[in-house]
């Protein structure tokens, strides 16, 4: 099920296939993956198809050499552009580079007006792999932004040079990355494809397993979202059922001057199939929702908290009445998301991070990268330079399934198991949308979905709806969060024609 690898997990798996197997064969194998990821990237007359093919000093560049030679026997155009080690090569790739000088492909030491003024049908980029440790410089970075600058494709074999296999971001604080469409990478996937920067520099990423034998892959810990880990949860509703059958949900925040982010994740829950939706106010409460008339709005004192699945965060503001509420949500017995200035608070009272981090039941929470680093005590910049670690580290310390927004959401349980989220695009980068994600996951719960499902459905169809919208044309510039509801309610009920019971 879309299982990611870190970059040790790789070279463990690399060596132990490498050593039943006769020397270079995994190089070739790449080169053939790397050759046939390109000629369906070419035009249908390969003969008159010029590709740039860039070989750096490692054994990615080997990888390129072997793609060189077998673009250049299908009949390809093919000019290397090579680096080569400042000491000995491997032997595969010393190999890979006989084949590379005996096939038709021509070596040549382009500049960067050459390579601009070259109508190219295809780069790739065979620079770096996921050995990189410092930042590209000098003529390796002119190289990658001269690329960058180039109107074709360009296929990464690995992952695009600069790009950190493990993180996604780029490497370096000033680093560039070579910006591809397309990806072929080796062994196992690679969690830096999927998030941070990944999703902007990788393109379409395909899996090339290299025909490695199924026995040397430990069981993986971090995984791609797919509708299978969470679609057994998916049932048709049967006619015999009530309101009751389907769970409360309560939304609480909404101080002055903030009740629009409580209303978009009520409408949101009601939406997505909660049976009853309140709205409670930790002040003045809103006599209706005249948009949605369904919710009952009240005031947050006085409600039985014990009566309903409860969503707190959205516009709660951070005073100490708030602080109050927030602790009475945590002590009670009733399932728990908490998003935004929850987080706030829990960031700022270590009391109440205690209490959370004792639930016997634990928790749902839904931080964006700067909420992340108040927790973790630590800088949005650490939060993305290692996505998947900080989830995991904030899944830990708070007894808590923790769904980190961004691109390439991740959502991590306590126990270190962790998932990153395929789906979901720019249109999502705008006010109220984590309001309707925490009043999606919140409506899940209520319906009785375990909170890992919940999360992992929650994400997914958040991203599904804006997704669909942007391609009816409705994004990603100037979508509005409250368009994803009823998108949001199109998805779930396909999703449950499609695969429930």
């Known amino acids: 099920m879309n299982p990611l690898y870190s970059s040790a997990e790789i070279r463990a798996i690399e060596q132990a296939a490498a050593a039943a197997l006769p020397d270079g064969v995994l190089m070739q194998r790449a080169g ?16 008159n198809a010029k590709v740039l093919v860039l070989a750096g000093p490692g054994n990615n560049g080997g990888d390129a050499l072997e793609t060189a030679a077998h673009l250049a026997y299908a009949g390809a155009q093919v000019t290397i552009l090579h680096f080569p080690p400042q000491s000995e090569p491997s032997a595969e790739r010393a190999a890979a580079m006989q084949r590379a000088q005996t096939s038709d492909a021509r070596f040549d030491d382009l500049d960067a007006a050459a390579i601009t003024g070259t109508e190219w049908a295809l780069v790739v980029d065979g620079l770096f792999g996921i050995g990189l440790q410092r930042p590209l410089a000098g003529a390796l970075r002119a190289l990658a932004e001269t690329v960058n600058g180039l109107k074709c494709s360009v296929l990464a074999l690995d992952l695009p040079s600069g790009l950190d296999a493990d993180t996604g971001a780029i490497v370096g604080p000033d680093g560039v990355a070579v910006h591809a469409t397309h990806t072929v990478t080796f062994i196992g996937n690679k969690p830096g494809l999927h998030t941070c920067d990944g999703r902007d520099y990788a393109g379409l990423v395909e899996v090339s397993r290299l025909d490695i034998d199924a026995v040397h892959f430990a069981p993986a810990r971090l995984h791609l979202n797919d509708v299978k880990f969470f679609s057994r949860r998916l049932r048709a509703r049967r006619h015999n059922t009530h309101k009751g059958s389907y769970g409360n949900v309560a939304v609480i925040g909404g101080a002055q001057g903030m009740t629009g982010a409580p209303l978009l994740a ?28 369904e919710l009952m709005c009240r005031v947050a004192a006085g409600f039985d908290l014990e009566q309903a699945t409860l969503v707190i965060g959205p516009g709660l503001g951070a005073s100490p009445h708030a602080s109050d509420v927030l602790a009475s949500a945590i002590a009670s017995g009733s399932a728990l998301l908490a998003d935004a200035d929850a ?12 209490a959370l981090a004792q639930r016997p039941g634990g928790s749902v929470l839904t931080p964006h990268p700067l909420e992340a680093a108040r927790l973790l005590d630590c800088s949005i910049a650490e939060v993305q330079a290692d996505r998947v670690g900080a989830a995991r580290k904030l899944a830990a310390k708070l007894n808590a399934c923790v769904v980190l927004k961004g691109s390439g959401t991740v959502i991590a349980a306590p126990n270190g198991d962790a998932v990153i989220n395929t789906t979901g695009n720019p249109a999502l980068a705008t006010a109220g949308t984590g309001d309707v994600l925490s009043g999606l996951c919140g409506s899940l719960m209520a319906q009785g979905w375990p909170m890992w499902e919940a999360a992992l459905a929650g994400v997914w169809l958040h991203g599904m709806a804006a997704d669909v919208l942007v391609t009816e044309g409705a994004g990603p510039i100037g979508l509005t969060a409250g368009e994803l509801i009823p998108a949001i309610r199109v998805a779930l009920n396909r999703m449950v024609q499609h695969h429930g019971r």
């Open 32 to 47: 053939q993956a790397g050759a046939n990821a390109a000629l369906d990237l070419l035009p249908f007359a390969t003969a």
């Open 266 to 293: 009520s409408r949101t829950a009601l939406n997505s199939g909660a049976g009853r939706v309140y709205t409670l106010f930790v002040e003045d409460a809103l006599p209706c929702d005249f948009g949605q008339p």
């Open 343 to 354: 987080l706030n608070l829990l960031a700022a009272y270590p009391r109440l991070q205690a």
